[in-house]
T-cell receptor
Framework: AQKITQTQPGMFVQEKEAVTLDCTYDTSDQSYGLFWYKQPSSGEMIFLIYQGSYDEQNATEGRYSLNFQKARKSANLVISASQLGDSAMYFCAMRGPGGETSGSRLTFGEGTQLTVNP | EPEVTQTPSHQVTQMGQEVILRCVPISNHLYFYWYRQILGQKVEFLVSFYNNEISEKSEIFDDQFSVERPDGSNFTLKIRSTKLEDSAMYFC?????????????FGNGTRLTVT
């Protein structure tokens, strides 16, 4: 079974500073994918970034980067130059290997509420 | 950019009533999902759907739940006899293909309140 752990229920950061949101995972699969989603107060789920278990380089997407440490089973999200609009709940999620018909569900962590202060 | 749309945005129903939550996934996507999020809690998987049948379901998805893709565009979640504990935000999601890096695209959710 897969498990995702986000140990920071809440984080605070000053505008324009960088912040790291932690995510650790547990799986016996060799092939898996890790995702981060943002959920603003309006409720929608917005895909941010993906990291594959076989990717040798850390994923980056604009101000978002993923600090992937496979041996430690961690996939921390780094947001650089925080903006007020970054205030939201952030979820780490994992997908295991799946055949074409399996659907390959995402398993989500508990989430981290990020507040960016002006 | 194409998006997943869900209706209604908010549904209030009485305990024991049937509800149908509607979703229009992104048109060329092949995989469809329902998730729910009880207020303040994590996002939980309910069911996945591919090739006109359920491909996987969680222990939450019991006999009270069903899904349908009646016309090739809509994807519905039916709760036959709602309970108070069914109150949650229900998210529909779709995915383009089976590649591992293919993300789920979520709709804005339907907030279901059971009274």
């Amino acid at each position: 079974a897969q498990k995702i752990t986000q140990t920071q229920p809440g984080m605070f950061v000053q505008e324009k500073e960088a912040v790291t949101l932690d995510c650790t995972y547990d799986t016996s699969d060799q092939s898996y994918g890790l995702f981060w989603y943002k959920q603003p107060s309006s409720g929608e789920m917005i895909f941010l970034i993906y990291q594959g278990s076989y990717d040798e380089q850390n994923a980056t997407e604009g101000r978002y980067s993923l600090n992937f440490q496979k041996a430690r089973k961690s996939a921390n999200l780094v947001i650089s130059a925080s903006q007020l609009g970054d205030s939201a709940m952030y979820f780490c999620a994992m997908r295991g290997p799946g055949g074409e018909t399996s659907g390959s569900r995402l398993t989500f962590g508990e989430g981290t509420q990020l507040t960016v202060n002006p | 950019e194409p998006e997943v749309t869900q209706t209604p945005s908010h549904q209030v129903t009485q305990m024991g009533q049937e509800v149908i939550l509607r979703c229009v996934p992104i048109s060329n996507h092949l995989y469809f999902y329902w998730y729910r999020q009880i207020l303040g809690q994590k996002v939980e998987f309910l069911v996945s759907f591919y090739n006109n049948e359920i491909s996987e379901k969680s222990e939450i998805f019991d006999d009270q739940f069903s899904v349908e893709r009646p016309d090739g565009s809509n994807f519905t979640l039916k709760i036959r006899s709602t309970k108070l504990e069914d109150s949650a935000m229900y998210f529909c999601a779709s995915r383009a293909d089976s590649w591992n890096n293919s993300p789920l695209h979520f709709g804005n959710g339907t907030r279901l309140t059971v009274t």
